[in-house]
């Protein structure tokens, strides 16, 4: 008996061992199957997660950030205990303890779902780590087991605290925030370590399923998993019986809920200025590194002058806009059955609401017209009224022609003396666009950049993207080619009428006055912008010439040589204009246009740095009482110095008594020039002091007149002088540098006639001329074009052979005399 029943026990034995053997083998089976095609751990190693790319202004300020995945990156050393020590608890207890699987947590899993308990996964944090990283989400019994195998491995490649820093990096917690410094900001407007034991808790309750406890539409849920994990932390030690309790007495405020306020409400709204700078680092990066390379960008904005800059353009466009009278509005309603909670409706509706033009600009929806008043529900303000007398700008009385549920702008208006209210105003937002921009003349360190009337209207950059002819403004680059082929400001050119048959038919240029003035030194040329003379002498120059002075410049990069083009026909953009004003101001040294001052990647490094000068000092730990630092610039000279002074003094003349004057007034010297072209679709000034230049456009996206009477200098000059009173006013400005090499001698603007040194009059100048050159007086030059009938004869010097001047180096050179041919002509006629 006993026999028997010992075979039965080893007969029981052997199929039990030979069960375990077989199951063993089963098990190893599978584990080297599914293993052998694994992805490589060590990668987990190198990972560098994607994290925003921030752009700061110069005082060192968020500006703005730019994120395909909201995540800021934090190194496991400077994650507080806390925020781990939440995680842990309610994702993996046993976390430092385990191998990478936790066969307890297991274990106890599938009793609770044999008992008819709820199905709860167990997967350890390392476990997440290789679903995230390495598996993705699909739920099968094959990538439980990759993932049980790949866990094994990473245990032995990476330390307890590398893992950890992957899972709270890179882990999705609702909100588009993803690891916990991000939701820490996300949902507390917090950095990590200033959250509280209940703020940590809430971040640890959302990996499972963030939308579940969403801290306002779920708000019960929240609560009740938010304190079941600070009862975990309270069992595993890491919070007292008092912090436990405190903690889950707390309220669960947050940003969503309105508790606290937001992260982005501290940001300026994007404008811009920031959005081109993503533009162009994604072209110069590449879009995947600046939206996920966490970059650190420091933007050359003057946040100050920005805003003016804003406004300026703004109120020249609004002016113009109300000028016309006539009333568009936002051309969006909303339906009469959602005006029972117009505050919803409204919020809804996509309409600028980026405008602080005198006062911010709010949406408001209109909720009835009376007799004489609008009654408005107006966006964060409650309800108000627009009183009839409001529209007199509107040719014609349009109040009636306003219905229940349309969208409008309006702005508080207020007192001048103690700001005070006094009503509502009804505005629009024009359709007459424009652009601005300011710059640094020294550095290229662009300081403002507005690229239309708002950005929330209108993402389209007018100052970088827009092609526009440039007109009168271009005719600098005509008469620096050729104060630098030997011309003087004192030379004398024909304003005579021109007739020229091209294939497009007779071109017949003129002047913006109708009239003709004979002979004129250079100088009155460019002040008043006498488009004659301008033709002649840029066909006496050469438009091959001319166009390769506005190469040099940047202004474009492949002119045709047409003789219209020396008037602006060519399209260029208002950024590339003034840089090239920049290099006038100067002194003729090359200077490119930037947005950015440095860029550093995500460990701090500098990948870009704009400014490339020397500081041969700047390691000394000692200076002589007195010096400064010396700063070695290699910028490449693109004009002669005394010519940019020449032409400098004479765009000087446009302010003080030529196309701008009366127009900017700053109480420093400035100089510029004005822009209109043909039937005035577009208006220019671009100008500059010392230091700083800048320049203006107005005009329609898709061009047509601006009217009788709109120029560049009774549109665009009052926001150039606007804007850089303010400029001056933060960054001074002073007298133009005179290059040595030169000396003064005073003309007649007028005939160009050298006057004696003690003259003085409105009729005087002093110009400056390169020593050792004796200019010529009393010689025309007419481009070779024959001369209006209606003119008398002026002597002309040479024949084809063309006229022996000195140039900027001081050699005798010709000046050719060469015709007109129908390839170097098109039809333009700008002005």
């Not at 002016?319 to 409204?346: F, M, N, V």
Request: hydrophobic share 40%; aromatic share 10%.
């Amino acid at each position: 008996m006993i026999r028997f029943v010992l075979s039965i026990l080893g007969g029981i034995f052997t199929l039990l061992t030979l069960g375990v053997m077989a199951a063993a083998i089963g098990i190893g089976a599978i584990f080297w199957i599914y293993g052998r095609d694994l992805p490589d751990t060590d990668q987990l190693a190198r990972y560098t997660p994607p994290t925003i790319s921030r752009i700061y202004s110069r005082e060192g300020r968020i500006i703005d950030e730019f994120a395909k995945e909201r995540r800021l990156f934090t190194p496991a050393e400077e994650i507080p205990e806390l925020v781990k020590e939440a995680f842990i608890s309610a994702e993996d207890k046993n976390f430092y303890t385990h191998q990478g699987y936790d066969p307890r947590g297991i274990l106890a899993a599938a009793l609770d779902a044999a008992q008819g308990g709820a199905v709860r996964g167990a997967s350890t944090i390392t476990q997440q780590v290789m679903k995230n990283f390495l598996l993705g989400g699909e739920r099968s019994a094959e990538r439980k087991v990759k993932e049980l195998i790949l866990a094994a491995r990473i245990e032995k490649t990476l330390s307890k605290d590398d893992i950890l820093e992957l899972y709270l990096n890179e882990i999705f917690l609702g909100q588009n925030s993803f690891g916990v410094t991000a939701a820490a900001q996300t949902y507390f407007n917090k950095p990590l370590t200033e959250l509280s034991a209940q703020e940590a808790a809430y971040l640890a309750a959302l990996p499972k399923a963030p939308s579940t406890y969403h801290p306002v539409r779920a708000k019960d849920r929240a609560l009740e998993r938010r304190n079941f994990v600070l009862r975990e932390m309270f069992e595993n030690g890491f919070l007292t019986e008092d912090e436990y309790r405190t903690a889950r007495e707390a309220p669960l405020l947050t940003v969503q809920n309105g508790d606290l306020p937001g992260f982005k409400e501290q940001l300026p709204p994007r404008d811009y200025f920031t959005d081109e700078i993503r533009r162009q680092l994604s072209r110069d990066f590449g879009e995947g590194e600046f939206f996920s390379g966490g970059l650190s960008v420091r933007a050359t904005l003057d946040p100050e002058l920005q805003k003016v800059a804003a406004a300026s353009l703004q109120r020249a466009l609004e002016q113009y806009d109300r000028g016309l009278g006539r009333w568009r509005g936002t051309g969006k309603s909303i339906p009469a059955e959602k005006l029972d909670d117009w505050e919803e409706a409204l919020g809804d509706v996509n309409v600028a609401r980026d405008i602080e033009l005198d006062s911010p600009w709010r949406p408001a929806v209109v909720l009835d017209v009376a007799e004489n008043t609008l009654s408005l529900g107006i966006e964060g303000e409650g309800e108000g009224t627009v009183p009839r007398d409001d529209i007199s700008w509107i040719k014609g009385d349009f109040f009636d022609n306003f219905e229940r549920g349309d969208v409008v702008h309006v702005r508080a208006m207020t007192s001048d003396e103690d700001g005070s209210f006094i009503r509502w105003t009804l505005r629009q937002v024009p359709r007459v666009e424009g652009a601005f921009m300011a710059m640094d003349v020294d550095t290229g360190r662009v300081l403002a950049m507005q690229g239309g009337f708002s950005y929330q209207h209108s993402v389209f950059n007018r100052a970088t993207q827009a092609t526009r002819q440039p007109g009168s403004s271009f005719k600098p680059f005509v008469y620096a080619a050729a104060l630098d082929s030997g011309f003087s400001p004192a030379t004398i050119v024909v304003d005579a009428p021109i007739e020229i048959n091209t294939p497009q038919g007779l071109w017949r240029p003129k002047n913006y006055s109708n009239r003709f003035y004979g002979p004129t030194p250079l100088r009155t040329g460019i002040e008043q912008s006498r488009n004659l003379m301008t033709v002649r002498l840029a066909q006496e120059v050469g438009m091959d010439v001319v166009a390769s002075y506005a190469e040099r410049f940047g202004v474009y990069d492949n002119m045709g040589p047409f003789l219209a083009n020396s008037l602006g026909a060519d399209e260029t953009t208002l950024y590339k204009m003034v840089a090239a004003y920049a290099m006038f101001a100067n002194g003729g040294e090359r200077v490119e246009p930037t947005l950015v001052d440095r860029v550093q990647d995500r460990y701090g490094k500098t990948v870009y740095r704009h400014d490339r000068r020397e500081c041969l000092d700047c390691g000394s730990a000692t200076l002589q009482a007195g010096m400064a630092p010396r700063i070695v610039s290699n910028r490449e000279r693109v004009m002669d110095a005394i010519t940019a002074y020449q032409l400098t003094s004479m765009m000087k003349g446009v302010v003080e008594r030529g196309t701008a004057r009366g127009k900017v007034n700053l109480g420093v010297p400035v100089a510029g020039k004005t822009g209109t072209t043909n039937d005035a679709k577009d208006v220019w000034f671009v100008g500059f002091t010392s230091n700083i230049a800048a320049g203006c456009y107005i005009g329609y996206d898709q061009p047509r007149s601006l009217g009788q009477g709109a120029s560049g200098g009774g549109m665009c000059a009052p926001v150039f002088d606007r804007f850089m009173k303010a400029a001056t006013e933060k960054y001074g400005g002073g007298p133009f540098a005179v290059p040595p090499g030169g000396t003064f001698i005073k003309i007649d603007r007028f005939t160009g006639a050298r006057l004696s040194d003690g003259a003085s009059g409105k009729n005087v100048v002093a110009e400056y001329f390169r020593l050792g050159e004796e200019p010529v007086f009393g010689v025309a030059f007419d481009g070779g074009f024959a001369m209006g009938a209606n003119l008398p004869l002026v002597e002309e010097v040479g024949g084809n052979s063309g006229q022996a001047v000195r140039n900027a180096t001081g050699q005798q050179v010709v000046i050719p005399k060469k015709k007109a041919t129908f390839g170097t002509l098109s039809s333009g006629g700008l002005y």
